[in-house]
């Protein structure tokens, strides 16, 4: 499975992005889709992730003014970036795990591409 990350790009103070992550492969299945970022000098850290049942979970700083969305038939989560703040600059990337479906099922997890978010002030 390989991710493609894109919508990435630089906006004011209050603006809005939306991410989009798409997976890409044969015979697979998506299982927990995540948004991760890695802002300079700091950790990686997971923003938000969700579940193939849709079930969500938020780092407390995005939490309600990030939303993560999926849709399994497509392949394809999304990251809704509102009210973004200057703290939200940072290179953001999608993972999933995945199971191939072959017998016995295996599975395993992937990353995209970071794609640069640049809030100014």
């Known amino acids: 499975v390989q991710l493609q990350a894109s919508g990435g790009g630089l906006v004011q103070t209050g603006g809005s992005l939306r991410l989009s992550c798409v997976a890409s492969g044969s015979t697979f299945r998506l299982n927990t889709i995540g948004w991760y970022r890695k802002a300079p000098g700091k950790q990686r850290e997971l923003v938000a992730d969700?579940?193939?049942?849709?079930?969500?979970n938020y780092v407390e700083s995005v939490t309600g003014r990030f939303t993560i969305s999926r849709d399994n038939a497509r392949n394809t989560a999304y990251l809704q970036m509102s009210s973004l703040k200057p703290e939200d600059t940072a290179v953001y990337y999608c993972?999933?795990?995945?199971?191939?479906?072959?017998?016995?099922?295996?599975?395993?997890?992937?990353w995209g591409q970071g794609t640069q978010v640049t809030v100014s002030s």
């Open positions: 993972s999933a795990h995945w199971t191939y479906l072959s017998d016995p099922p295996v599975s395993a997890r992937a």
């Open positions: 969700i579940s193939r049942s849709f079930s969500t």
